[in-house]
């Protein structure tokens, strides 16, 4: 029984294991299979915290844990995607180097995150999963898409806007589920069936668009809130 207790921390290290994997890959010319790397790390990290609670087995070393790995998986390895990506694409020395400001914005979000008790059923700021998963996928774009993005200065206003997002003091929903009716979880729902929408029309190349998605879907119940207070006083 007390190795099951172990089972949380093991998942969290093979999301670190992911993150490492991806970034050799990176290095070594191949952002396809660190893409996939970066898929599988959000799948441990998912089920990390889902084995915690159903396992009773949260520990403050466990919290500290999935934090450094999730600064490897989903902060270090997109920038240096993004530093390799700039490398080829200009002749500056320094321009590449403002890719790492993701890793900084990352680990400000992820810093944040452990402080902050506002986070329990929403985010503030944009998870770095779902940065993550945004750079990583970039390369899945339809070509004439790709083509658009492969010039510095987008990647570079690319690298900016989300690193800002991280930190932005921006509600977004989580997906948890307390209980699956439609009333109260119609933002979920909507943002499932259009996801799966796009997955299926778009394939990979959907995964940057769905974090789009998520973002606007955000953005736009945070407005529909504001507007409706407003009206109330």
Sequence with gaps: MKLLKHIPNTLTCLNLLCGCIGIVF??????????YFVWAAC??????????RWLKASSPIGKELDSLADMVSFGVLPSV?????????SDHSYLPFIAFTIA???ALRLAKFNIDERQTSSFI???TPANALFITAL??????ILLFMQQAWVLVVVIIVFS????????????????FAWQGNELRFTFLGLALVLIVVL???????IILLYILLSLAASWGRLVGKKSIT
């Design 26 to 35: 990176v290095l070594e010319g191949y952002p396809v299979p660190a893409a």
């Design 43 to 52: 799948v441990f990290d998912f089920f990390d915290g889902f084995a915690a």
């Design 81 to 89: 995607m993004m530093y390799s990506w700039l490398s080829n694409l």
């Design 104 to 106: 900084v914005f990352s």
């Design 125 to 127: 700021g944009l998870p």
């Design 139 to 144: 390369p899945f774009l339809p070509e004439v």
């Design 164 to 179: 800002l997002l991280l930190v932005a003091e921006i509600e977004l929903f989580a997906l948890k589920f307390k209980n």
């Design 203 to 209: 394939h990979k190349s959907s995964l940057p668009v």
